[in-house]
């Protein structure tokens, strides 16, 4: 079957920036009084929502759960809204598959946060349409389920090797190291 389309998440695919989420939030829960390892954001907190972050870390009934996710949004746009993190390639390759299909990006990640970073690495007019975290009831859920509902949707996985270990990423129809032009060369011929 052709693709008709691609459908890019955002933080650690697109934008190359969980690195820089983890430390956010890393200084934050410190500032809160219970300090976080990057070896815990990452084993333990990353692909899940911001609300869900906050909430298993700093505990469900926190009273801080919505100022700590306004200053996360802050500092982040603060660091990223130049976008600079949205590697060369990866511009690339979202502009040779706009050429062909309609491009969406859908995240767990605020409007707010993706529109900037997406102007500032020239690809608003490459992008047809942004699932954002405000636009849903029900938030994108975490990597391996995120996997999961691609699949069920019937959709093609394809899951970029990062910042998580590749058993967690198992269940896509494959891994791959990066995205390029290659990459969606190979999808979309």
Known sequence: MPVRAVIFDFNGTLSHDEPILCEIF????????????????????????????????????HPSVDEVIE?????????VADGSSVPFPVREAVRYASERVPVAVVSGAAREE????????????????IVGAEDVANGKPDTEAGVA?????????????????????????????????????????
């Open 114 to 129: 993706i529109e900037p970073v997406i102007a500032a690495a020239g690809l608003t007019a490459r992008i047809s349409t």
């Open 149 to 189: 509902s691609a699949k069920a949707a019937g959709m093609r996985c394809f899951a970029v090797l990062g910042t998580l270990r590749a058993d967690r990423l198992a269940a896509a129809d494959e891994i791959v190291p990066a995205i390029d032009v290659e990459l969606m060369q190979r999808l979309l011929g």
């Open 71 to 79: 200053r996360r949004i802050e500092r982040y746009k603060e660091q």
């Open 26 to 61: 890393c200084d934050l829960f410190a500032e809160y009084g219970r300090p976080l390892s990057a070896q815990e954001y990452f084993d333990e907190l990353v692909g899940l929502s911001d609300p869900e972050i906050v909430r298993a870390w700093l505990g469900r009934d």
